[in-house]
């Protein structure tokens, strides 16, 4: 069974410009949530998915960031217009149930320069 | 808010145990977590316990959990050089366990 995936496993962009992050989760795990870390900081919550909907969004950082998830399958970030500190690793995890176990995926390295 | 506290750093000789400590402030949460990130890799799931168990055992791995205290613990038995990576403890941010908290991690060193 394939696990979580994420896309690219690398971006370098320029401040200003926009980057979109995606994540395939589980298949038939309802629940998916991006999470990130910065700067060696702690692992950071950013949002929770359930199918398409946004049951909690309140770790999203600013307007900057948009996440989706037409369809209640993959998820996309988008990160417009990026800024210096942004940069970090950006995680996508699914599971089964709400709070139920959550598997990560390898994440996305985001450098803004 | 809930917060939880690692040590940022142990070194071990390879063939030692290694214990991991965690604390919360505080948590609801149905599970609580131990993940590894190896160097370039992501978070994988290492282990977890439900909140209702004192110790959860898998081969080498031995998880406690002290609620009264909120004290979670990671040992790993006979580590060896490949268990080298970053351990980070989480739990729940909410009651529902859909949002986690995690430690800073901390860095396993395994020296042969």
């Known amino acids: 069974e394939a696990g979580v995936t994420q896309f690219p496993s690398h971006s370098v962009i320029e401040k200003g410009q926009t980057v979109t992050l995606r994540c395939d989760p589980i298949s038939g795990h309802d629940n998916l949530y991006w999470y990130r870390r910065v700067m060696g900081k702690e692992i950071k919550f950013l949002l929770h998915f359930v199918k398409e909907s946004k049951q909690d969004e309140s770790g999203m950082p600013n307007n900057r960031f948009l996440a989706e998830r037409t369809g209640g399958t993959y998820s996309t970030l988008k990160v417009q217009p990026a800024e210096l500190e942004d940069s970090g690793v950006y995680f996508c995890?699914?599971?089964?149930?709400?709070?139920?176990?959550?598997?990560f995926g390898q994440g996305t390295r985001l450098t803004v320069v | 808010g809930e917060d939880v506290e690692q040590s940022l750093f142990l070194s071990v000789r390879e063939g030692d145990s290694s214990v991991i400590n965690c604390t919360y402030t505080d948590s609801s949460s149905t599970y609580l977590y131990w993940y590894k990130q190896e160097p370039g890799a992501g978070l994988q799931l290492l282990t977890y316990?439900?909140?209702?168990?004192d110790m959860k055992q898998d081969q080498r791995l031995t998880v406690l959990l002290n609620k009264k205290d909120k004290h979670l613990s990671l040992r790993i038995a006979d580590t060896q050089t490949g268990d080298s990576a970053i351990y980070f403890c989480a739990v729940s941010a909410n009651q529902a366990g859909t949002a986690l908290i995690f430690g800073k991690g901390t860095t396993l060193s395994v020296s042969s």
């Open positions: 316990i439900f909140s209702n168990m």
């Open positions: 995890a699914s599971s089964q149930s709400p709070g139920g176990v959550a598997f």
